[in-house]
């Protein structure tokens, strides 16, 4: 069975840092991609970042300079660092495993629960 828990959201303030993390159970990370996404309230869930077997990464171009998606493999985990955080980064992150690097959701086929961040002005 392929579990993703993501972790390590709360309550920050602007200009702060967080970084989460996905446990990726019940797959190999060599055939899937693990990627980031975020939705806000009345949104659509958005991309942020993902990352390949290989290493290799993607990045939402309005995020990229201030988020990192970085893995441990031998832990099966995936982080993403955030910093400088803003107001608006404000939703609930989610990580997700599909086999192809894309930053849109529907091409991903597990999800974890979601970690809810907050970042107050």
């Known amino acids: 069975e392929v579990q993703l828990q993501a972790s390590g959201g709360g309550l920050v303030q602007a200009g702060g840092s967080l970084r989460l993390s996905c446990a990726v159970s019940g797959l190999s990370f ?6 980031w996404f975020r939705q806000a309230p ?7 970042a993902c990352m390949r077997g290989d290493g290799r990464t993607y990045y939402n171009d309005s995020l990229r300079d201030r988020f990192t998606i970085s893995s441990d493999n031998a832990e099966n985990t995936v982080y993403l660092q955030m ?4 107001p608006e980064d404000t939703g609930v992150y989610y990580c997700s495993a599909g086999q192809k690097a894309t ?4 091409r991903y086929e597990y999800w974890g629960q979601g970690t809810q961040v907050t970042v107050s002005s």
């Open 103 to 106: 930053l849109y959701p529907y």
């Open 42 to 48: 009345g949104k659509e869930r958005e991309g942020v």
């Open 30 to 35: 060599d055939g899937y991609v693990i990627g």
């Open 83 to 86: 910093n400088s955080l803003k």
